[in-house]
């Protein structure tokens, strides 16, 4: 059996993420239409208990992607995540706090699941003030979005927390304009300057403290840290060596390297270097093997070729730190 280094997993977690913010954007903002005296209470076309079941289904959603994204995330080896870092804040290496915000967003989630599961067994009034929770859950996924998501700097990721940011500052401002009286025709304008401003405060983020420095689109050469993990597994006659890592500076990339070892030599070897954020892949194989590192060669989707040298030192726990260095094809010939 040989391991593949196929990113299907991590492409996943990806998706289930993105899923799961936007339905949970969705939930909220349908929360909050559905409170008090919000245009929810007045929807003449689809009966309140449908709309409850809408809510309470998108809620359910929610919890299955984020159970994904989790589930994916732990069994992949490109970002390998111990149970300990998915579950404690702060314990992850990667991005460390924002990966933190994302496990007390999840964590709260779960908390508040299980109070709508009780809710006829407390006191109303706590199960409301609970529910306020919504809030810092969406507030704490968007911040881990923007702060460690793989695509956070690209166009279309920034415009989706814009957009969903917009929409839940609409919501609240319609809701706040109900309870409030303030009156019906100024109510648009107030609702449009909320979802307006809240979407240039994502913007901001984006374009500041989140920003995402540029760097090369898929650069035929960088010399980047490299840091990772090796994994084994095998019998009394063959075993599975896998080196997977990341590497961070003029070129994010993430990298594996799988070999597939007999009794007294390499059997195959497989390579792969996925080049971020654009996501192209430069597949290949392992051309050489030293004890801290390795050499191989891969081609890109358009032809092009990239010899890549990792080098290593062992730090504890299987875990690796060095470098990783990529140059054209042709000029390691």
Avoid at 26 to 40: I, K, Q, Y
Avoid at 50 to 71: N, P, S
Avoid at 205 to 214: D, N, Q
């Amino acid at each position: 059996m040989h391991l593949t280094s196929s990113p299907v997993d991590w492409y996943a977690a990806r998706a289930a993420g993105i899923a799961a913010y936007l339905l949970l954007t969705a939930v909220v903002t349908l929360g909050v239409a559905m409170a008090g005296r919000a245009p929810g209470r007045r929807w003449r076309r689809w009966p309140m208990f449908a709309v409850e079941d809408v809510h309470r289904a998108g809620g359910l959603l929610v919890g299955t992607f984020i159970a994904l994204h989790i589930a994916t995330i732990a069994i992949d080896s490109f970002l390998p995540f111990s149970l300990s870092q998915l579950a404690i804040p702060l314990t992850s290496n990667y991005r460390p706090v924002w990966t933190a915000l994302g496990i007390v967003a999840a964590e709260l989630l779960l908390a508040l699941a299980i109070t709508n599961r009780y809710r006829d067994r407390i006191p109303r009034r706590w199960w409301r003030a609970a529910h306020y929770a919504n809030f810092a859950v969406w507030i704490a996924a968007t911040l881990h979005g923007l702060g460690s998501g793989t695509d956070r700097g690209a166009p279309w990721m920034i415009a989706m927390f814009a957009v969903s940011a917009a929409a839940v500052a609409a919501s609240v401002s319609w809701r706040i304009g109900e309870r409030h009286g303030i009156a019906a025709a100024l109510r648009p304008v107030t609702l449009a300057g909320a979802g307006a401003g809240a979407a240039a405060v994502v913007g901001l983020l984006a374009l500041g403290p989140f920003s995402v420095h540029h760097r090369p689109w898929n650069a035929q050469r960088f010399t980047d840290r490299l840091s990772g993990r090796i994994l084994q597994q095998g019998t009394a006659s063959r075993a599975i060596v896998s080196m997977s890592g990341t590497a961070t500076g003029l070129q994010n990339a993430l990298v594996r390297a799988d070999l597939l070892v007999g009794a007294s030599q390499s059997e195959s070897t497989s390579f792969q270097l996925e080049l971020l954020p654009s996501g192209d892949v430069c597949k290949g194989t392992v051309s050489a093997v030293r004890s801290f590192g390795f050499d191989a060669n891969c081609q890109m989707a358009d032809g092009t070729g990239r010899h890549v040298h990792a080098a290593w030192q062992l730090v504890a726990n299987a875990r690796l730190r060095g470098t990783l260095s990529a140059v054209p094809a042709a000029e390691s010939d």
